[in-house]
T-cell receptor, first 114, second 113 residues
Framework: NAGVTQTPKFRVLKTGQSMTLLCAQD?????MYWYRQDPGMGLRLIHY???????AKGEVPDGYNVSRLKKQNFLLGLESAAPSQTSVYFC?????????????FGQGTRLTVV | KQEVTQIPAALSVPEGENLVLNCSFT??????LQWFRQDPGKGLTSLLL?????REQTSGRLNASLDKSSGRSTLYIAASQPGDSATYLC????????????FGTGTLLAVQP
C-alpha cells in the first residue's frame, strides 16, 4: 500500500546546484501536485498536472520546472537552487472524477540550500 | 482571492476533553473542503473530505461540519487522546476549473495526559 512516494527524503544543496525530486503514485490518479511548506506560510502550490503530458503553474512556480512523462510519476526540478528554496516539498495526487477528489500526500522531502 | 484561516493557531487540552477546531474561508464558491492531520516531520494524512453539497462527515471520533454560506468548517474531536496531538490543517478546493487546494496555516493541538 505505497500510495504517494517521494525521493529523496532529505537533501542539502549548494547555491546554484540543480536537482530533481521524484514523486510516484500507485493509485492511478490523474491529478498530481507539488507543494512547498514553509513556517507561517502554510502549503503553497508550485505546479500541478491534470494528466500525463500536461503541467500547469500554481501559486509559486518561479525557479521550478516539472514534467509528467508517465501517469504515475511527477518530477520537480530545480535548475539553479537558491537559499529561498529551502523548504519541505510535498507531492500529492487525486482522482479527477467529481465524486472523489480526495487528495493524498507523500511524506515530504526536506531540502536545504546553503 | 480565496483565503483560508484557522483559529486558534495552537491549542492545549487535557486528555478526554471534547474539542473543536475552526476553519474559515473567504469565498463560498468551493468544490469541497478537506481536513488533514500532520505529525511533526511527516506528511499530511487525510482525515475527512466534505463535498460542497454536504453538511457534515464523520469518521470515528471525528466529525467535520461545513457551512458554505458563512464560509466556515469545524472539526470536532470527541474524547481527545494524547495520540491526537498533531497539527490539523483544512484546505478548500475552489470552484471552477482549478484543480488545487488552498490551505490554512493549521492548528497545533497538544493533548495532555
Amino acid at each position: 500500500n505505497a500510495g504517494v512516494t517521494q525521493t529523496p527524503k532529505f537533501r542539502v544543496l549548494k547555491t546554484g546546484q540543480s536537482m530533481t525530486l521524484l514523486c510516484a503514485q500507485d493509485m492511478n490518479h490523474e491529478y498530481m501536485y507539488w507543494y512547498r511548506q514553509d513556517p507561517g506560510m502554510g502549503l503553497r502550490l508550485i505546479h500541478y498536472s491534470v494528466g500525463e503530458g500536461t503541467t500547469a503553474k500554481g501559486e509559486v512556480p518561479d525557479g521550478y520546472n516539472v514534467s509528467r512523462l508517465k501517469k504515475q510519476n511527477f518530477l520537480l526540478g530545480l535548475e539553479s537552487a537558491a537559499p529561498s528554496q529551502t523548504s519541505v516539498y510535498f507531492c500529492a495526487s487525486s482522482y479527477a472524477t467529481s465524486r472523489n477528489t480526495e487528495v493524498f500526500f507523500g511524506q515530504g522531502t526536506r531540502l536545504t540550500v546553503v | 482571492k480565496q483565503e483560508v484561516t484557522q483559529i486558534p493557531a495552537a491549542l492545549s487540552v487535557p486528555e478526554g476533553e471534547n474539542l473543536v477546531l475552526n476553519c474559515s474561508f473567504t469565498d463560498s464558491a468551493i468544490y469541497n473542503l478537506q481536513w488533514f492531520r500532520q505529525d511533526p516531520g511527516k506528511g499530511l494524512t487525510s482525515l475527512l473530505l466534505i463535498q460542497s453539497s454536504q453538511r457534515e462527515q464523520t469518521s470515528g471520533r471525528l466529525n467535520a461540519s461545513l457551512d458554505k454560506s458563512s464560509g466556515r468548517s469545524t472539526l470536532y474531536i470527541a474524547a481527545s487522546q494524547p495520540g491526537d496531538s498533531a497539527t490539523y490543517l483544512c484546505a478548500v478546493r475552489p470552484g471552477g476549473a482549478t484543480n488545487k487546494l488552498i490551505f490554512g496555516t493549521g492548528t497545533l493541538l497538544a493533548v495532555q495526559p
